[in-house]
């Protein structure tokens, strides 16, 4: 079992930046694959972004292509969330999570407590 814990959220103006940081302990991290997911209030948890154990393939929804990058090192068991020209529908809890399969279809198993980002209009 690895354990997340999500730092780096906060409040942004629309058009701004953030970086979301997942710190990983336990098991060995550089074995699952890791992905972002979030909530926003009264919503689903939806799925964000993932990248494989190489840290080489990267899957995206379609509502963040072009603005968020996700990357890992493997070296300091962190992973990361580049957020850019950030709108007000992308505020939510964004929660980190690990797990294995195929980058588009990762059976995720171990889910950090969130960290919120809000973006203003």
């Known amino acids: 079992q690895v354990q997340l814990v999500e730092s780096g959220g906060g409040l942004v103006q629309a058009g701004g930046s953030l970086r979301l940081s997942c710190a990983a302990s336990?098991?060995?991290?550089?074995?699952?694959?890791i992905g972002w997911f979030r909530q926003a209030p009264g919503k689903e948890r939806e799925f964000v972004a993932a990248?494989?154990?190489?840290?080489?393939?990267?899957y995206y929804a379609d509502s963040v292509k072009g603005r968020f990058t996700i990357s890992r090192d493997n070296t300091k068991n962190r992973a990361y969330l580049q957020m850019n020209t950030l709108k007000p529908e992308d505020t939510a809890v964004y929660y980190c999570?690990?797990?294995?399969?195929?980058?588009?279809?990762?059976?995720?198993?171990?889910w950090g407590q969130g960290t919120q980002v809000t973006v203003s209009s």
């Open positions: 336990g098991r060995t991290f550089s074995s699952p694959d």
């Open positions: 990248v494989d154990w190489s840290g080489v393939n990267t």
């Open positions: 999570a690990a797990g294995v399969g195929p980058i588009s279809a990762v059976d995720f198993r171990s």
